[in-house]
């Protein structure tokens, strides 16, 4: 045995350049987990501003600015009495509630500034067919204010700029000052945006008809891509052989999986559109391209969920006599669904916020109706949140936002789903 | 119109589950007293049925939703008099698109004389071959069910046939993932190929003047564009591979050295839902965002520090808020590949004296490289795939900068950029976003596969 003689003295751990090093040490130890937190905090401060600048210039597109007008329902400039219009309300579907409002708006402000907007003249009519015995009558009503006196209102306008450098002209400056004054302006909650379509106008502007354009997109998506998704990751978990052409459907679903989401944007043009002649700009088309895309997402959340139910099971079945394709149908895919639902509306999700691959079968149309079917034009929350950001007008800007806010809220919901359904049937064996 | 017959296909499938399984309860009630006379349960020999009346039915009414238009439109050129419209294959495409979309209702009037007498015979068509199509499916649905039904005998092997018939249902099933991928290239490269025969793959490649736009005369300036993609290139290289790194790297790989090492598990299990939020965020709000506040910002930026050109659309901008994308997938891929560093290589450090900080710098982090590099090369496959964000920040001019406070393009912004707004399909303008399209694919593919061969001889090395 011989003894490790070292020639150097013991660690002086008192001493103070040792002392001085555990202390730097330390400090870089401090500094180090300092930056992670940094780090960390900078990526939970960036969301945070996101959604407080979104919040706070998308809240006001759920307000409107409405201005009392004593509307008189002149029969005769309508072109319908109150009686024929009780007999009859499909006649007032045809009446000139355009000229009505025009007037009497006219006679309440005189020519100047324009106060109404263009589209006010449809709550006349609605008004109206609730209660046809308005007709003859003067009534006062609410009606929704054009953008710019909104702008006024919501005080989003710069009023200390110089006229040519704002959006809107003196004249409404004044006629906003003066209907404020004598308390002819409200806000009021804006149906307008949750149940309209696009319009040139903002303050007409909707999302309901991108909305109705998504749910149709996606459902279309749904129905493919749950079933082929949910059988393909059946196949390859529970009966595929292990040999080249198994192999080649793994390597090609794991690479779709990361494939550029416009690639399979122009898929959807080359194939469908141009191959296929399928309908342009038309949900069934936005939700096949959703479709194959999103089938990846499903295969493999699928898989794991069919992974993860144990082999005891399967080993029970098959002892007691069921086939392979009885002990997967009885007993695997029920224990396994809630784990491939997860996953499934975890990729429907993500479709929600797809905007390029739609983009690109030309769902970006713009259409002031609300889609009636799955091969009508359509646009999508996403592709309209696309168009509105393109837009100049001040009064499309909180609309935009708005509808960001309407499609973060419908995400959250899906997500809080998805959690859901994972914490109540996750089964951990 | 097929819709009705589909479902009138559907109820004659239903009808003949019913008979078979009606059938099978007979034999089942016959051979009761002896186990082993009926070969399958009753609902088999149902579906057994079911999917004999199914399946051709579904079948035929699938070609004549693939083939239909196609068959109509040749029958209809075929009545167009000759000379009616051009010779070319671009002149038919014209004409038929006008006459479709006066079938559908989206014209009142027709431009051409003769599209209104082909879109009437067009309607004429579709109504009978519909009808043909149509009925033909029903027949073939309840000759299928005869047939199927005439086959069942207690010994017949129902259940085996509906086994075997599911398992094709599977192999369809996975097989579609190959036809998306055969499909994508397909299309990418057939359209590719009509690009280089208008433009040389080498001008593409390797040109540098970027400037799609085709003339509408032929004698204007400039008419027959320009299509060197350098600038293409170069800007989704900046943007996607750079600058956005730049910011992803250190948050993402901090953030989750945080998070593994340091975080509480409860702070912890807060924390990775906010990232996952971050994940989550649609990137065309990601683009809003970026366009409305982070670009001013940035310009002003730039301006506060004495560069007077900087652009209102600067591939600063674009590139941080893609950046911010990146990070909880950049974070997630760290994680994943630090948690996989053996617990032994952690406590032999810390026992020898290290700080935790030491042990993370000198020693988790060499170990996990591969993993980490393998993850930050899918976040740059995934950042220059990404487009919303550079469609509506970066801009479209096509310069050759390394200015950060400047405008550049990317590949996918150009993609939209082409393919929306009015296209004619032959020009070379619209092709060439399927030429950008396949190099995206191509390039995405050979980072992905290759980032994944790093992370999987890296996860065996530890196994």
């Known amino acids: 045995m011989t003894e490790a003689v070292s020639n150097e003295a013991p660690t002086d751990w008192a001493s103070e350049a040792m002392q001085a090093r555990i202390r730097r040490r330390y400090a870089q130890e401090r500094g180090f987990k ?46 319908v009495t109150a009686e024929q219009a009780k007999a009859n309300p499909e006649l007032l579907r045809r009446a000139d509630f355009e000229g009505v409002m025009q007037q009497s708006v006219t006679r309440a402000f005189g020519n100047g500034a324009v106060l109404v907007s263009d589209g006010a003249w449809l709550q006349l009519r609605e008004a109206a067919m609730a209660d046809p015995s308005l007709i003859g009558t003067t009534k006062d009503m609410w009606l929704i204010a054009t953008s710019n006196i909104d702008q006024l209102a919501k005080g989003r306008i710069d009023l200390q700029a110089a006229e040519g450098d704002r959006p809107v002209t003196d004249a409404e400056i004044a006629a906003w000052r003066k209907l404020g004054a004598a ?34 997109t996606l459902i279309v998506t749904l129905l493919i891509s749950f079933p082929v998704g949910v059988l393909a990751a059946i196949y390859l978990e529970e009966f595929a052989p292990k040999n080249r052409w198994t192999d080649v459907i793994e390597v090609s679903i794991n690479n779709l999986a990361a494939v550029p989401s416009i690639i399979f944007g122009l898929l959807g043009l080359a ?59 009885h007993h695997v895919l029920p224990l396994a669904l809630p784990g491939m639902l997860t996953g499934t509306i975890l990729g429907m999700a993500r479709a929600l916020g797809e905007t390029a691959p739609l983009l690109m079968i030309g769902m970006r149309a713009f259409l002031t109706s609300v889609p009636q079917g799955l091969a009508q034009p359509a646009t999508a929350l996403p592709v309209q949140i696309f168009i509105w950001s393109d837009n100049v007008s001040r009064g499309f800007l909180e609309k935009t936002s708005g509808a960001i806010i309407v499609l973060m809220l419908f995400l959250l919901a899906i997500n809080s789903l998805a959690i859901y359904l994972r914490n109540k049937f996750e089964v951990r064996w | 119109m097929s819709w009705g017959f589909a479902w009138l296909a559907l109820l004659v499938a239903a009808a003949g589950f019913w008979m078979g399984r009606a059938r099978g309860v007979r034999f089942a009630e016959a051979g009761a007293h002896e186990i082993g006379s009926v070969h399958s349960r009753p609902h088999y020999h149902g579906l057994f049925v079911a999917i004999l009346a199914l399946l051709p039915a579904m079948a035929l009414l699938l070609l004549w939703a693939l083939l239909g238009d196609r068959l109509i439109a040749r029958e209809v050129l075929a009545s167009v008099p000759a000379g009616g419209i051009g010779a070319t294959d671009l002149d038919r495409e014209a004409f038929l698109s006008e006459v479709r979309g006066l079938v559908r209702g989206d014209y009142a009037a027709a431009f051409d004389p003769n599209a209104e007498a082909a879109a009437a015979l067009w309607k004429q068509l579709a109504q009978r071959w519909g009808v043909v199509f149509g009925l033909g ?41 190959i036809l998306t991928t055969f499909g994508i290239v397909a299309s990418l490269v057939f359209e590719s190929f009509r690009f280089f025969e208008l433009v040389s793959p080498m001008e593409f490649l390797f040109g540098t003047n970027w400037s799609p736009q085709t003339a509408m005369r032929a004698d204007q300036v400039g008419s027959s564009g320009a299509f060197g993609a350098v600038p293409l290139f170069w800007g989704t290289v900046f943007i996607g591979a750079i600058i956005a790194m730049i910011v992803a790297i250190p ?36 683009g809003f965002f970026a366009a409305l506040t982070v670009a001013p910002a940035v310009r002003d930026f730039a301006i506060s520090i004495g560069i007077s050109d900087a652009s209102s659309e600067s591939a600063l901008a674009a590139g941080l808020v893609m950046g911010v994308m990146i990070i909880p997938f950049v974070s997630s891929m760290a994680d994943d590949a630090l948690t996989a560093v053996p617990q032994s290589m952690r406590d032999g450090s810390l026992a020898m004296g290290a700080t935790p900080s030491e042990t993370i710098r ?3 982090i060499p170990a996990a490289l591969p993993g980490i590099v393998g993850g930050v ?34 590949v996918t912004a150009q993609i939209v950029a082409l393919l929306t707004g009015d296209q004619e399909f032959d020009s070379a303008k619209t092709l060439s976003a399927f030429a950008l399209g396949l190099v995206l694919f191509l390039v995405t593919l050979a980072l992905n596969v290759y980032a994944l061969a790093v992370v999987k001889t890296y996860r065996e090395a530890y196994d």
Not at chain 2, 272 to 283: F, Q, R, Y
Not at chain 2, 384 to 406: K, S
């Open chain 1, 34 to 79: 300092a930056l992670g937190l940094l780090a960390l905090t900078l990526a939970c401060g960036f969301l945070l501003l996101l959604m407080a600048s979104v919040i706070s210039s998308g809240w006001t597109a759920f307000v409107q600015t409405q201005v009392r007008v004593p509307v008189t329902f002149d029969a005769g400039e309508l072109g």
């Open chain 2, 362 to 364: 000198k020693v988790l």
């Open chain 2, 137 to 177: 499916s029903v027949a073939l649905a309840a000759m299928g069910a005869l047939w199927g039904w005439s086959r069942l005998r207690p010994q017949f092997r129902a259940r085996t046939r509906v086994e075997r018939m599911t398992m094709l249902l599977l192999v369809v099933a996975s097989l579609v993932a």
């Open chain 2, 251 to 286: 948050l993402g790989l901090m953030t989750a050295i945080f998070l593994t090492q340091y975080a509480a598990p409860g702070f912890r299990k807060v924390a990775k839902p906010v990232l996952e939020v971050l994940a989550g965020v649609p990137t065309v709000v990601y």
């Open chain 1, 271 to 329: 194939v469908f559109l141009n191959f296929l002649n399928m309908p342009r700009s038309a949900p069934v088309v936005g939700g096949l391209t959703l479709a194959l895309m999103t089938l990846p997402v499903i295969v493999i959340a699928s898989r794991a969920a069919i992974k993860a139910v144990p082999p005891s099971i399967r080993d029970a079945a098959l002892g007691i006599g069921a086939s392979r394709v009885q002990v997967v149908f």
């Open chain 1, 183 to 216: 308390g002819d302006l409200r806000k009021a909650f804006n149906r307008t945006f949750l149940t309209g379509a696009d319009s040139v106008d903002p303050e007409l502007a909707g999302v309901w008809g991108a909305l109705k354009g998504s749910f149709l």
């Open chain 2, 377 to 410: 090369l899918l976040a740059v496959s995934r950042a220059i795939g990404e487009t919303m964000i550079v469609v509506m920040a970066a801009g479209l001019a096509a310069n050759l900068t390394a200015n950060p406070f400047h405008s550049v393009t990317t």
